[in-house]
């Protein structure tokens, strides 16, 4: 099998049946046919992956088998055994059902074709991958730096895989890309990440992210001294994307990678790059420009072989159906920018100039129930919230500016709404005591009809309220509807009887003091009205 790298011969003992697995390149030599009911020959679910390392460095091979019963894993390659402990070292991670080939102190020779058998009682594959290993580190770095764009050109034409892939999604369990992207999002962050992987009810799941965490501090501890304000990927209105992070390196000269869907992409440092590393101190950003659809993916940079960003880039097709449009508003009002898209989407970016905007206190992001009408509302505006606002969907965008007129005599433009400028009093002190400006006045009522009694009370702190009758507390009796709206006190009651007749009062009192008022109702009238 040419695509192998390897040549299976069946022996007159085996009843070998060849098949083609789901896999692309790996090839299945079953046993045995039919199989037995429950029993499977075995599998990759995820094969080796070709491998670049640095010479000197470790280079790093991972697999994932299948197949019952559980088969057996061996490493191999084509010009020299894998015998030596202190080169390769085979490993189990059980926690992520990981076969692990590790190769220490990578040189030159170790440049080969890396094969992978699994092996059980029905059947066997086998998997190859490639080494490569890049020499002369010291020479490559002084003409990095003199000609780092002649070598981002060549290196470009080399693919080079990452050397840990994820695995694949199973059914019924969560998508292993969400706990990458949650491992690197801030707390904020993980219900709008869950919303895109349709997981609504996520708080079962930050046990093990808890944990996931921990161990991944573990391994930016061995390179990364500090590590902070990671950002996801986000579009600015100029058209590029950015993502990034703050981080200071235990040792400057470690090596920074980019992978995208799991291979290495190479990037420059001036801004012709596509991608492009800005460092300015201890601020690492990542910028691409020209945006296409092609560049939606997975991405992720390591610092040597420890994780510090992974991110998310999608690139909808979606097209703006009603674009947001130029809004005038007077200040201490609020404007809303309303745009409505061609395809549902969970949630758009919202930016004025170039920041991004999030929702809260200044800023109310909406999304319709069926996902295409999006809206910003910018509260309580002044003149400093005046400028370009935009809505931005994947790789397109829709502009708007936002005009906020000073607050002259709101009563001659007609908005019906008015400010009053305090003058600045520091120690101006607002607390009255309690007192009646409407008092409770004398009533004559027919016996049968309704009745309704009021007063208008004032102080600060608000007074409490309290009504009697021949000074009996009201205030619980269902008999009696009282309110008290805006200082506006009242009772009602709906049909009058001789025990209405009485005296009734109503008591205010704050920590200032206390007031009363009083007045008679008189029920005119006898029992057979």
């Known amino acids: 099998f040419s695509g192998l790298g390897v040549i299976l011969i069946p022996t007159e003992a085996e009843q070998l049946t060849m098949r083609l697995s789901r896999v692309p390149g790996v090839m299945i030599t079953q046993f045995v046919d039919p199989l037995p009911a429950g029993k499977s020959t075995p599998d990759f679910a995820r094969k080796p992956m070709n491998v670049t390392a640095q010479e000197g460095k470790k280079a790093v091979f991972k697999a994932m088998v299948s197949g019952e019963p559980t088969p057996t894993v061996t490493w191999g390659r084509n010009k020299d055994k894998v015998e030596d402990p202190q080169t390769y070292k085979i490993k189990y991670d059980e926690r992520v059902r990981e076969h692990i080939l590790e190769i220490h102190n990578v040189k030159p020779d170790h440049a080969d074709t890396y094969k992978c058998f699994v092996a059980n009682e029905y059947g066997k594959a086998v998997s190859t991958a490639t080494l490569t290993v890049l020499t002369g580190e010291i020479i490559y770095e002084k003409l990095f730096k003199k000609h780092k764009h002649l070598l981002c050109s060549a290196f470009s034409r080399a693919v080079v895989t990452r050397k840990k892939q994820l695995p694949p999604k199973k059914e019924g369990e969560i998508d292993p890309k969400l706990w990458e992207l949650l491992l690197s999002a801030p707390k904020k962050d993980y219900e709008k990440i869950c919303l895109d992987f349709g997981v609504t009810d996520f708080r079962w799941m930050l046990k093990r992210l808890n944990q996931m965490k921990k161990e991944r501090e573990e391994e930016q501890a061995k390179v990364v001294e500090n590590l902070d304000n990671v950002k996801q990927i986000e579009v600015k209105p100029n058209g590029r994307a950015e993502f990034g992070f703050d981080m200071k390196l235990l040792d400057p000269n470690s090596a920074i990678h980019l992978y995208k869907d799991g291979t290495m992409v190479p990037y420059g440092h001036d801004e012709n790059s596509k991608p492009c590393l800005k460092k300015e101190g201890t601020k690492y950003v990542f910028t691409m420009k020209d945006l296409q659809p092609e560049d939606a993916g997975f991405y992720q940079v390591d610092v040597e072989d420890a994780n510090v960003l992974t991110t998310d880039f999608q690139v909808p097709d979606v097209e ?60 309580d505006c002044g003149i400093d919230d005046t400028g370009a606002y935009y809505a931005i969907a994947g790789i397109i965008s829709s502009s708007a500016s936002l005009t ?52 208008a009370v004032r ?44 005296e009734y009062k109503v008591a205010i009192d704050n920590k200032l003091g206390r007031a009363e008022s009083s007045m008679s109702l008189n029920v005119r009238g006898n029992n057979n009205f």
């Open 404 to 455: 906020v007129e000073e607050d002259g005599d709101s009563s001659s433009k007609g908005h019906g709404r008015f400010k009053v400028n305090m003058p600045e009093i520091k120690s101006l002190d607002f607390e009255v005591p309690p007192s009646f400006i409407v008092t409770l006045k004398r009533r004559t009522a027919p016996q049968g009809y309704e009745c309704y009694m009021s007063c």
């Open 320 to 379: 703006f159906t009603t674009k947001i449009k130029d809004v005038k508003a007077v200040e201490s009002e609020d404007a809303i920018f309303e745009c409505v898209l061609s395809t549902p989407l969970n949630r758009i970016t919202w930016s004025k100039s170039d920041s991004s905007l999030e929702h809260g206190h200044k800023y109310e992001i909406t999304v319709s129930e069926d996902k295409l009408t999006h809206t910003l509302r910018v509260k």
């Open 459 to 502: 102080g600060n702190p608000t007074p409490r309220v309290t009504w009697y009758r021949n000074n009996i507390s009201l205030n619980t009796n269902t008999n009696y509807h009282i309110t008290n709206v805006c200082g506006v006190c009242s009772l009602l009651i709906l049909r009058v009887g001789p025990r209405d007749n009485g």
